[in-house]
């Protein structure tokens, strides 16, 4: 009966949140001012909220049928050093040019309904001072009159309910075949990770453009922006040898739609996403049950450590999927120890290897960690085969990782320069007493609650200051998922060999348990420690643990005490978990985007639409961090002819330095003074002071300079 109404039922509730989501898109206004580009963080002053601009503002306007009645308050100020400031306002073409007056003022302008967006540029002064800031015009408030059908609105509505029938639909045959379940981990898992990835996290961080870059050249040149054809074992990057899968994921999106940010993140955020319903299959796999499975899945997906991982297209954020990946793959292999299972290890070992370079120690840690519990299993089982036919039925698996690892290994051992970022990071000391001391600290610092539930790594880079990398909610499950792991290998240790336990009961925990010790290893031989990227691993065992802890309860039967502890522990997640999403999504933005370098791309798409009319194009690296790759991002020539004209010198031990591109120096601007004429003024996109480009000429030539402020 339940399944004879479920399709119809299902299809009701699309409807409903279809409806819902209407309600929201049609209630949008037709213009705002979070939507607008080109602007300062907000200040207030006498009561009063306004935002300084750069030197182009640029208005997005949802579409109407009918013409958009649009009202602009802003002003000019002026100082000493300032003329008056000249505005232009246009859509596909100029509407007005004008001189807005020192005090705030009222503008009015009727746009025509194919309007997209409203742009207004300025010219643009350094007030007197410390503030680093070129400043435009003052926008104090913004709003629109729409007139006729929302277009765009009406498209968007027409489009989620599409998704909304599909979705419907695709959940009625997921409860069918038994996969609601992962089905809704993952969707759950996905939206929390692709949920405003343009705002957040704000800029565009080095590592990740370097991927898109090389993914880019692969697709164009089958060679990687240096010029190396293929590359399998490691791309060579920023001299710095990156470890290749995630360029290799994103290489048919970039084929797609280009080098563009979001298309890595995109990437990393499916990827990431596949976590939860991996740590759910493993979950099932150990024997937790269903409310473990969930709570282990639920964990993955609402990790705030996961979700800031896979939000930036960083191999770290690889790692939680392809970790867990590996170790469903693994158990499966000690329970069954089959030929198949054996292959399906070595192609996720095989893969997982080139993630992140954590896992080039970790991953094989645990595959030598599995093939000992396998052996150990192997014996003590009363019927096991003979060892030669175990041998014959694994040495297709080995053979097959042997492949997979090869270009790994021929890195490793042949290419000295590969180890450039090991060799900076690596843990030193003066005696091995002392090593030893320094390597405790950073690995035992792992088992300490100070990362997990106050402060993380402390570095904003990997985290939201003042949180740490779990939810300090799931505590409770965690400790008890911990005493139930460690019981049961002590339970192992006292059972005879003829004991009735199955397999699973018998050698799973004690694997667990050591892929709980290896996890923190690789980190802990580097500084600084803790370190959120380098740790990553721990994540997907947190989550388990915290499974293992809910298996427990639920199988007290005591309704009362299940539901009632349930109750209160997600509540406490949810609560704790929204804290922090408020703090990343509101103040996070704030605090790191001058790091991540917000408003570089946007400049240098800019400088090299000026390019043309121009003999060089000074790059400023003192201010500039790896201007290069940004440059390349922009694509302001083939990939072939840019593979051609880079300049590079190679340093051992260091990280490249690249002098040119063609036209495209990388130069000291330090020498240069600050009063070059404007050409553009870029602030961040989460408001941030950003960079500037300005107009030079040296012995005659025309020279085009790109700075931060």
């Keep these: 009966m339940l399944q004879t109404y479920q399709r119809p039922v299902l299809l009701i509730l699309a ?21 607008v580009s080109g602007l300062y963080a907000a200040e207030v002053a006498a009561g009063n909220t306004y935002r300084w601009s750069g030197d182009q503002i640029v208005i997005p306007i949802t579409h109407h049928s009918g013409p958009t009645l649009l009202d602009i308050r802003m002003a000019a100020p002026r100082w000493p050093e300032r003329t008056a400031p000249e505005l232009v306002l246009a859509t596909s073409s100029p509407l007005a040019h004008l001189i807005p007056p020192a005090e705030p003022r009222h503008y009015r302008l009727l746009l025509p309904p194919n309007a997209p967006s409203l742009t207004l540029q300025s010219s643009v002064a350094r007030p007197p001072g ?30 989620t309910l599409v998704l909304a029938i599909a979705a419907a639909l695709l959940l009625d045959w997921a409860i069918r075949r038994g996969w609601a379940t992962p089905l809704v981990l993952t969707g759950l898992a996905f939206v ?29 040149t089958g060679r990687d922006h240096l010029g190396h054809p293929w590359p399998l074992g490691a791309f060579e990057a920023l001299g710095d040898w990156i470890a ?19 298309v890595g993140r995109g990437v990393t955020a499916v990827v990431g996403a596949l976590a939860a319903p991996l740590g759910y299959a493993l979950a099932q796999r150990l024997g937790l049950g269903r409310a473990g499975a969930i709570t282990t899945g639920l964990m993955m997906a609402l990790s705030p450590w996961q979700i800031f991982m896979s939000r930036i297209a960083l191999p770290p954020a690889l790692v939680p999927t392809f970790w867990t990946l590996t170790l469903l793959a693994a158990v499966h292999f000690i329970q069954t120890r089959e030929r198949r299972a054996a292959i399906g290890l070595a192609c996720a070992a095989g893969f997982a290897l080139y993630a992140y370079p954590t896992l080039k120690m970790a991953v094989p840690l645990l595959v030598a960690l599995a093939l000992v519990i396998a052996l150990a299993a192997w014996w003590v089982s009363p019927d096991r085969p003979h060892l030669g036919q175990l041998i014959r039925a694994w040495l297709p698996a080995g053979l097959l990782l042997a492949l997979l690892w090869a270009p790994f290994i021929s890195v490793t051992l042949f290419n000295p320069a590969s180890s450039t970022r090991l060799g900076q990071a690596a843990l030193r000391a003066d005696s091995a007493i002392e090593w030893l001391r320094a390597w405790w600290a950073g690995y035992s610092v792992y088992f300490q609650p100070a990362f997990y539930y106050q402060r993380g790594d402390g570095s904003s880079i990997r985290g939201v200051p003042g949180f740490g990398a779990e939810l300090w909610a799931g505590l409770p499950l965690l400790l008890l998922g911990l005493v139930i792991v460690i019981k049961r290998n002590v339970a192992l240790v006292g059972a005879r060999r003829d004991a ?17 010790l290896i996890a923190p290893l690789p980190s802990s031989v580097t500084t600084p420690s803790p370190h959120s ?13 915290v499974g293992y802890g809910a298996a427990w309860l639920w199988q007290q039967r005591r309704p009362l005490l299940q539901y009632g502890i349930s109750l209160v522990l997600a509540v406490g997640l949810l609560w704790q978990w929204g804290i922090w999403w408020q703090a990343y999504t509101q103040e996070y933005p704030h605090i790191q985007a001058e790091l991540n370098q917000d408003g570089l791309a946007e400049t240098m798409r800019r400088a090299v639409d000026m390019a043309a009319n121009y003999d060089e194009i000074w790059i400023s690296y003192d201010s500039i961090g790896v201007p290069y ?22 340093q051992p031990g260091r990280f490249n330095a690249i002098s040119r591109i063609g036209r495209y120096q990388f130069v000291d601007t330090r020498t240069l003074g600050w009063d070059l004429p404007i050409l553009a003024a870029v602030p961040g996109g989460s408001g941030s002071r950003g960079f500037v480009i300005q107009a030079w000429e040296e012995a005659g030539k025309r020279i085009l300079v790109v700075r931060g402020m």
């Design 15 to 35: 409807l409903c949140l279809w409806l819902m989501g209407c309600g929201f898109i049609l209630s949008r206004p037709a213009v705002s001012m979070e939507q």
């Design 130 to 159: 410390n503030d680093p800031r070129w400043l435009g015009v003052v926008v104090y408030e913004l709003a629109a009159q729409p007139h006729g059908l929302p277009i765009t609105a009406l498209y968007l509505n027409m489009l």
């Design 192 to 220: 929390l990770r692709s949920i405003d990835l343009s705002h957040t996290p704000p800029g565009w961080r080095i590592d990740e453009v370097v991927s898109l870059v090389d993914a880019w050249n692969l697709a164009q």
């Design 244 to 262: 290749p899968l995630l360029t290799y994921l994103e290489l048919p999106f970039v084929a797609l739609f280009g080098p563009q940010r979001l």
């Design 500 to 516: 009735p336990l199955r397999d699973t009961y018998r050698f799973i925990p004690l694997f667990i348990l050591g892929a709980i």
């Design 533 to 545: 990227y380098r740790g990553a691993p721990i994540a997907p065992l947190y989550a388990l643990l």
């Design 629 to 650: 790759i940004f440059v390349l991002a922009a694509q302001p020539m083939p990939a072939n002819e840019s593979q051609r004209l880079i300049e590079v010198q190679r």
